[in-house]
């Protein structure tokens, strides 16, 4: 068998990847294994390889030319290789293939974490009773007295809930 990535040296690398149910086979030389990563005890994974595999093949061979980081001169190469950023800099030098693997990661570009069930009720809670009493400040300057006595009842009951 042929190297998927080079198609010129004879595969002895064999991967099976199994992604949503979808078996992906891919065959590789022992240097491009090496050069994607998959002589290394740590630090990738099959889902990576099959990644890099995938956008090297599609990318034109004049296209080859890979971003450097001007502070610590870590390469493109590097971070597909390892999944890892040398500096604080890099993450601005790459961040086009940062934010592409964190969209493929996650739903957003941002993470903003796990936050407790109770504490979400009570941030709707706020959030409605700050609406209510600007309503009933809004009442009140509208002499609208009826509105405003309803409107503080709704504001008591949030207000034991909270407590």
């Given at each position: 068998?042929?190297?998927?990535?080079?198609?010129?040296?004879?595969?002895?690398?064999?991967?099976?990847?199994?992604?949503?149910?979808?078996m992906q086979?891919?065959?590789?030389?022992?240097?491009?294994?090496?050069?994607?990563?998959?002589?290394q005890?740590?630090?990738?994974?099959?889902?990576?390889?099959?990644?890099?595999?995938?956008?090297?093949?599609?990318?034109?061979?004049?296209?080859?030319?890979?971003?450097?980081?001007?502070?610590?001169?870590?390469?493109?190469?590097?971070?597909?290789?390892?999944?890892?950023?040398?500096?604080?800099t890099?993450?601005?030098?790459?961040?086009?293939?940062?934010?592409?693997?964190?969209?493929?990661?996650?739903?957003?570009?941002?993470?903003?974490?796990?936050?407790?069930?109770?504490?979400?009720?009570?941030?709707?809670?706020?959030?409605?009773?700050?609406?209510?009493?600007?309503?009933?400040?809004?009442?009140?300057?509208r002499?609208?007295?009826?509105?405003?006595?309803?409107?503080?009842?709704?504001?008591?009951?949030?207000?034991?809930?909270?407590?």
């Amino acid at each position: 068998m042929i190297c998927e990535k080079c198609k010129k040296n004879e595969a002895t690398v064999f991967l099976t990847h199994i992604v949503g149910g979808k078996m992906q086979k891919v065959d590789l030389c022992p240097k491009c294994a090496e050069s994607m990563g998959v002589t290394q005890t740590s630090g990738f994974t099959l889902a990576d390889i099959l990644l890099r595999l995938d956008e090297e093949n599609s990318r034109p061979r004049h296209q080859k030319l890979e971003k450097t980081c001007p502070n610590c001169g870590y390469t493109e190469a590097e971070l597909r290789r390892t999944g890892r950023l040398g500096c604080g800099t890099c993450y601005q030098t790459f961040q086009e293939i940062v934010m592409d693997t964190i969209k493929e990661m996650q739903k957003k570009p941002e993470h903003l974490g796990k936050m407790p069930t109770r504490f979400i009720k009570d941030r709707e809670t706020r959030d409605k009773l700050d609406a209510l009493e600007k309503n009933l400040t809004e009442a009140v300057d509208r002499e609208d007295y009826e509105g405003a006595a309803h409107l503080r009842d709704q504001i008591r009951l949030l207000r034991n809930y909270l407590s």
